[in-house]
């Protein structure tokens, strides 16, 4: 059992930067893959950056690919998303959750990650 608790969300300017962090419980958090989901109002939640439990892939839907960096430290238990270049389309519910599997978390998969956080809100004003 994982929980996961979003931070660091907030009201930016175009153009700013906010770094997110996803806070697990559990002493097996360097086991999980981690992903990065975002759900804009009246649109389906979609795939943003994805982690190996190693950290050694990652996987970045196009749409932020250059702009955002997905990290973790396993020593704090805790997964990042740093968000440069923002833009208003970048305006959503932001998610983090785990998996055991990498390839489960990504576009491409049907499956959905059994543990996710409650989300945090990020605002990019024009």
């Known amino acids: 059992q994982v929980q996961l608790v979003e931070s660091g969300g907030g009201l930016v300017q175009a153009g700013g930067s906010l770094r997110l962090s996803c806070a697990a419980s559990g002493r097996t958090f360097s086991s999980y893959a981690m992903g990065w989901f975002r759900q804009a109002p009246g649109k389906e939640r979609e795939f943003v950056a994805a982690?190996?439990?190693?950290?050694?892939?990652?996987y970045y839907a196009d749409s932020v690919k250059g702009r955002f960096t997905i990290s973790r430290d396993n020593a704090k238990n805790t997964v990042y998303l740093q968000m440069n270049s923002l833009k208003p389309e970048d305006t959503a519910v932001y998610y983090c959750a785990a998996d055991v599997t990498f390839i489960r978390l990504l576009p491409s998969s049907n499956a959905k990650p059994p543990y996710w956080g409650q989300g945090t809100q990020v605002t990019v004003s024009s």
């Open positions: 982690l190996s439990f190693s950290g050694a892939d990652t």
